[in-house]
Each structure stands twice: as C-alpha cells, then as structure tokens.
C-alpha cells in the first residue's frame, strides 16, 4: 500500500512539474502563453520606444581635422583649450558656444553649462556639492537631478 501511495506521488509530480507541455494542466498552459505573450509585448515596446544612455569610456576628444603620420584623426581633450580661457558661467545653450560645440543638441533648462562641467578640470564632470566626478561614471552626476529616471532604469524599466 505505501509503494502504491509513493508511486502515485511521483506521478503526480512529474505530471505537474517535469511533463511537456502538452501533458500540463490547462492553467499551467495558459500562465506560460500570457508570459510569453508579456515578454513580446515588452520587447516590442522597448524596440519602438528605444533609449540609447552613451556612457563614455573617457573624457570626450574633440578631432582637430588633422591626421597623424599613420593617417589616424587627431583628437584633443576639453582641458587643451579650456585650460587657456576663463570658464563662462553664462553659457546656458548652444546658441552661447561659439566653437566647437555649436552642433551641440540639449536640452537642461536654463542651467549653465558649468553646473555639470567642472572649471578647474574640464577633463571631469563635478557633482552638486562640487567633488570631482569621472565622465565614465556621468550616470552618478546624471541621478542628481533625474532621481526617478534612475531609479527606472536601475530597475530595467528607463534604459
């Protein structure tokens, strides 16, 4: 009688558990298809609604038009002409810059450019309290102002 009790226990497990899904009760069925068709449904969403977040690998280089002698562009970082000029706390957009930058898209308000870029190291970016920050990690300096956005994309959902 126990062997019999066993028996019909791991039947019903594995009828349960480890069966096709053929073998499956109908509501295991229909769970799996309302998930699949939930997977679809987010990336169809995510494919039309994409997000691109560029998070540098450095401080930005700007290419100077020249070539070196192995034919390879030429590029220089923000502190090679930033370093000989006084910063401009005025600049706000794009329309303020007049080199270099006027093909510049953004938009923040009416910040000044120096609230994120850091005067006394333009190869850095500078949190609210002033401490120095990596342009690989701009997604830190970002979630100052943008705390839902982060907390979104954190969690898989903006990004």
Same mark, same amino acid.
């Given at each position: 009688?126990?062997?019999?009790?066993?028996?019909?226990?791991?039947?019903?497990?594995?009828?349960?558990?480890?069966?096709?899904?053929?073998? &499956?009760?109908? *509501?295991?069925?229909?769970?799996?298809?309302?998930? +699949? &068709? @939930?997977?679809?449904?987010?990336? *169809?969403?995510r494919e039309r609604f994409s997000v691109t977040?560029?998070?540098?690998?450095?401080?930005? &280089? !700007?290419?100077?038009?020249?070539?070196?002698?192995?034919?390879?562009? !030429?590029?220089?970082?923000? +502190?090679?002409?930033?370093?000989?000029?006084?910063?401009?706390?005025?600049?706000?957009?794009?329309?303020?810059?007049?080199?270099?930058?006027?093909?510049?898209?953004?938009? #923040?308000?009416?910040? @000044?450019?120096?609230?994120? #870029?850091? +005067?006394?190291?333009?190869?850095?970016?500078?949190?609210?309290?002033?401490?120095?920050?990596?342009?690989?990690? =701009?997604?830190?300096?970002?979630?100052?102002? #943008?705390?839902?956005?982060?907390?979104?994309?954190? &969690?898989? =959902? #903006?990004?």
């Open positions: 009688m126990a062997i019999s009790v066993v028996v019909a226990l791991s039947i019903t497990a594995w009828a349960l558990f480890a069966a096709p899904a053929w073998n &499956r009760p109908p *509501a295991a069925n229909q769970a799996n298809a309302a998930n +699949s &068709r @939930s997977a679809a449904n987010t990336a *169809a969403i977040i560029r998070q540098p690998v450095g401080p930005p &280089r !700007v290419a100077t038009g020249l070539t070196d002698l192995h034919g390879n562009a !030429v590029t220089v970082g923000c +502190s090679t002409c930033h370093a000989t000029r006084e910063p401009d706390f005025g600049n706000r957009v794009v329309a303020d810059l007049n080199e270099f930058h006027g093909s510049m898209n953004f938009a #923040h308000g009416n910040i @000044s450019c120096l609230s994120c #870029h850091n +005067s006394d190291d333009y190869d850095a970016l500078k949190l609210a309290d002033g401490s120095r920050v990596e342009f690989t990690d =701009v997604m830190t300096l970002c979630a100052q102002c #943008h705390g839902p956005q982060m907390r979104d994309y954190e &969690r898989n =959902v #903006h990004g």
